[in-house]
């Protein structure tokens, strides 16, 4: 499984929500759900990330900045 790098996503949700139980239950989540999403245990469907998109105010050009970014690994992992 592709990790991918969810700090920025995470940052906007405390911004907005102020918490990620705040934020799980805006998308209609479980909040440990969400953090295994977040941990990269499992993937946002197409449906939990339209539902990020518009509670959290991202702009569509900015979507892949906040799901898409890789982890970089450093050398030795």
Do not use: H, Q, W
Not at 32 to 60: H, P, Q, R, W, Y
Request: include cysteine.
């Amino acid at each position: 499984m592709t990790g991918y790098n969810y700090t920025k996503l995470r940052k906007r949700i405390r911004r907005v929500c102020k918490t990620e139980r705040e934020f799980a239950r805006r998308i209609g989540i479980c909040p440990g759900t969400l953090s295994e999403k977040l941990n990269g245990k499992t993937f946002f469907c197409l449906f939990d990330m339209e539902k990020a998109v518009e509670v959290l105010g991202i702009a569509d050009g900015d979507i892949s900045e906040y799901f898409f970014t890789k982890e970089t690994l450093t050398v030795g992992e």
